[in-house]
Every structure is written in structure tokens, then in C-alpha cells.
């Protein structure tokens, strides 16, 4: 299972930016997705969450009403929609699919490569 992240790239502050995450190997319709953030001298912490269906999402505080994580099973990507943007916002986003079919969240057992999204202010 590969999962390729892409989309990420330099914005200034309060734009927006949108990053995708597709899923080779494995098909993500029964899995849920996650994506992930780590930022220089920082520990990798959990942005967004889908559930398999798309029923359920769930956000970090920090993000809550400027990101949205969304999915498309029948291209086998999920995408995360990055708005007003600010500098904290700066880190390398992984996507992650989650270990267990119609899973809420993780854990996670596959893990992207992660693509940069920095943040000028």
C-alpha cells in the first residue's frame, strides 16, 4: 500500500492551499483516513480525521473551521481544504489509512510521505 501526498507548497499568511493524499495498493472505501502535521522541533500531531463513510470528521482545535478533510473513494483520495492559512500552520502534512475496515479513526497502519506546506507571514 503507497500512499502519495501532494499539493503542499509555499502561501502567505490567510490564503489557501489544498493537499491531496492517493491511495495505490488498496482501496481506502472501508478505511478511515487521517491526516497528520509535524513541524520543525515538534512531535507529529493529528490534524483531521475521516471516518470510512465520511460520516464523521473530526479536527485538531488549532484548525477547526479553517480545514476541511473530505474524500473521493471511487479516485481513492482524500484531500484536505486549507484555509486562512497562518505561519503555525507551517509543517510537512502526512496522510495516514487507518488499520481496520469501517474504523472511525485509527490506528494507523500506512503512512504517506508527506508533502511541505509553508506559511509566509
Known amino acids: 500500500v503507497q500512499l502519495q501526498a501532494s499539493g503542499g507548497g509555499l502561501v502567505q499568511a490567510g490564503g489557501s492551499l489544498r493537499v491531496s493524499c492517493e491511495a495505490s495498493g488498496r482501496t481506502i472505501s472501508f478505511y478511515a483516513m487521517g491526516w497528520f502535521r509535524q513541524a520543525p522541533g515538534k512531535e507529529r500531531e493529528s490534524v483531521a480525521a475521516?471516518?470510512?463513510?465520511?460520516?464523521?470528521?473530526h479536527y485538531a482545535e488549532s484548525v477547526k473551521g479553517r480545514f476541511a478533510i473530505s474524500r473521493d473513494n471511487a479516485k481513492n483520495t482524500v484531500y484536505l481544504q486549507m484555509n486562512s492559512l497562518k505561519p503555525e500552520d507551517t509543517a510537512v502534512y502526512y496522510c495516514?489509512?487507518?488499520?481496520?475496515?469501517?474504523?472511525?479513526?485509527?490506528?494507523?497502519?500506512?503512512w504517506g510521505q508527506g508533502t511541505q506546506v509553508t506559511v509566509s507571514s
Open positions: 495516514a489509512s487507518g488499520a481496520r475496515i469501517g474504523g472511525n479513526s485509527g490506528p494507523w497502519n500506512y
Open positions: 475521516i471516518n470510512w463513510s465520511g460520516s464523521s470528521k
